[in-house]
């Protein structure tokens, strides 16, 4: 069930849109997210820079290494540091974000985008989120 929604261009990557999202998780929720939010993400997040700023923000994360990163930092050898933190079991659970995507897009006007303005849009995105809440809760 989507907690928190930001809206992007259709064309834009996900990796952009993460710290807008964390920080309109951290407003909504009212509280820092240090240590009470962990990100489990594929391998579009698994940038030295992303990890960099959620180890900064204090924030957990399960992101597995991309190949070329493996090579390159087995090539610098000892200097390229261990390898990160990684957590098969939990990664295995990010099926569920996949599951919400595909929840969002059975509605037809989600899964088309029909609407012309992106106020709209996102309403209808909302509209959803709200009914598959109450469906999974009640």
């Known amino acids: 069930m989507p907690l928190t929604l930001v809206l992007s261009a259709g064309q834009s990557g996900d990796n952009p849109q993460l710290w807008p999202l964390l920080d309109k998780r951290r407003t909504d929720s009212g509280h820092s997210l240090r240590g009470t939010v962990r990100l489990v993400a594929d391998k579009a997040y698994?940038?030295?820079?992303?990890?960099?700023r959620l180890r900064q923000m204090g924030i957990a994360h399960t992101i597995p290494e991309r190949s070329d990163q493996i090579i390159r930092r087995k090539r610098k050898g000892t200097i390229g540091g261990r390898p990160p933190g990684f957590d098969p079991v939990?990664?295995?659970?990010?099926?569920?974000?996949?599951?919400?995507?595909g929840r969002l897009k059975q509605w037809r006007g989600?899964?088309?985008?029909?609407?012309?303005?992106?106020?709209?849009?996102l309403s209808g995105v909302i509209l959803a989120a709200v009914v598959i809440y109450h469906r999974t809760h009640h």
């Open 46 to 52: 698994s940038h030295d820079s992303t990890r960099a």
């Open 90 to 101: 939990l990664y295995s659970e990010r099926n569920t974000i996949e599951r919400g995507f």
């Open 110 to 121: 989600i899964a088309t985008r029909y609407d012309k303005y992106a106020l709209t849009f």
